[in-house]
């Protein structure tokens, strides 16, 4: 069964990318546009093994998204990857202190977003 990828963005054109990216290397896919979507797709879905979370999104963003994960038993050891444009060290280490395994700045390499990926599912 295919690792279970989901992306959330509020970007149409980063998911898609994203998405496109992912399933090309043979992962499932689910989208959302913001934290409170991502929120409902995780809780609807059977099974998420790695997330893909942008930090500035409208509704619910992705730090306050991120905590929210990290706060529930069920889904504390999910791999989190942030893919944001905000790369000053500050934000780095906040999205990294809240639980993020790993922040990568956009535009991000899709080679090293995919090594990084399968790398954090082992």
């Not at 689910?30 to 999104?57: C, H, R």
Request: aromatic share 4%; proline share 4%.
């Amino acid at each position: 069964m295919p690792k279970h990828i989901l992306i959330v963005d509020d970007s149409k054109t980063v998911r898609n990318l994203v998405a496109f990216i992912m399933k090309k290397e043979g992962f499932k896919v689910t989208t959302a546009e913001d934290g409170l979507d991502g929120l409902e797709k995780l809780y609807a879905a059977e099974q998420v093994d790695l997330i893909v979370s942008d930090v500035n999104m409208p509704r619910m963003d992705g730090l306050t998204f991120i905590k929210t994960v990290r706060e529930q038993e069920t889904y504390r050891d999910i791999p989190i990857v942030v893919l944001s444009t905000e790369g000053q060290d500050k934000d780095i280490q906040i999205g990294l202190t809240i639980g993020a395994n790993l922040y990568m700045v956009k535009p991000a390499q899709p080679e090293k977003l995919v090594r990084n990926v399968k790398m954090l599912l082992g």
